[in-house]
């Protein structure tokens, strides 16, 4: 699963996706036992587009489809960034724990 930088121009991430599918060719290539990469899942609702078009099999839509989320105390998705952008864990409210 690849998760792209936060950018305002969609385009700006085609080169993480396109490195990210070459990667994945190469994988592949090796045969190694027990993996496949069928599955290559980049892009989110702000960049599904380009991705798809890079070779993304799989995208990610929620904000599409809920709307933005409710980080509480003022905070953005944007705000995000790094390890707490994949490991933060949000309550009911959108408070941090």
Do not use: C, W
């Not at 385009?11 to 290559?40: A, G, P, Q, T, W």
């Not at 904000?63 to 707490?84: H, K, L, M, N």
């Amino acid at each position: 699963m690849t998760i792209a930088p936060f950018v305002d121009d969609p385009e700006d991430n085609r080169i993480y996706f396109r490195k990210i599918k070459e990667l994945s060719v190469d994988i592949e290539r090796k045969k190694i036992d027990n993996v496949n990469m069928h599955i290559l899942s980049m892009g989110m609702t702000g960049d599904y587009e380009v991705a798809i078009e890079e070779g993304a099999t799989m995208v990610r839509v929620g904000t599409g489809i809920f709307g933005e989320r409710d980080y509480g105390q003022g905070q953005t998705a944007s705000d995000v960034t790094g390890a707490d952008a994949v490991t933060g864990y949000y309550n009911e409210s959108g408070k941090r724990i």
